[in-house]
């Protein structure tokens, strides 16, 4: 359909016609034959009909969906998805109303300063371009090679999965300076009292080839010009650059490094230095 004028036409189209711009084939004679079935059994006349059909159809069955969904947030939540504007926002008062938790705020604008400068983001790449599976249920499998598999796998839910997680609500404080890393390293991980630490942490060298495509601990930088590599410059071909900040991991040795004590457990863990 690239004109008006198809809308007029009073047949459906050959299943030559029919083409899906994500695959970049045709469609099935099964699919074509469910298209004419359609056509007959609702007496269209031309295109435009088919067309509004297809849209009436479309509307319905997403009104159905999700006239299902307000009812199982009724009926678990009691709230009316309708009146919040997204699915977080939704997620947020369920969860106030469910728990019947207060929470309370900073008072200390130095604790609110002191948490948004931990604040980051996550981290989304891929650092590995190729990866080559060898192994005996590939028919290209070289014996004399080492034995290699690739998996793939998925995690899913994952804000769902750090909602469930104890999350903070109040009693908001700062510790003593005399903090030890026994001490640290010895808070269990289901504790009833969370930790935000800022640290200085060294990165020892040995780490470094074993760490090189994930490193621990990113930072959010300014990336100037002459961090860029010899290949990013190049792809610039004497255009102008823009520093930006990015989330970036690095193996740099952190000055005032404030995160979470379970990362920071995860990080001496894996040979990180305090």
Known sequence: MDSHQKFDEERLP???SFESTLTGSGISDEDYRHAQTVWNYFNLKNMGEYHDLYVKCDVLQLADVFENFRKLCQ????LDC???FTAPGLAWQS???MTDQPL???TDINMHMFVEKGIRGGISVITKRFSQANNKYLPNFDASK????IIYLDSNNLYGASMVKSLPYGGFEWISADVTLDWIQSIPQDSSEGYI???DLKYPEELHDIHNDYPLAPEKMDIKFEDLSEFSKAVLNGMKYTPSTKLVPNLKDKKNYITYYKNLQFYLKHGLKL
């Open 197 to 199: 630490f800022e640290v």
């Open 95 to 97: 969860s106030l109303k």
């Open 146 to 149: 080492s034995i290699k598999h």
């Open 104 to 106: 309370e705020l900073f």
């Open 14 to 16: 050959s299943i030559d």
């Open 82 to 84: 309708v009146h919040l």
């Open 75 to 78: 009926h678990y939540y009691g």
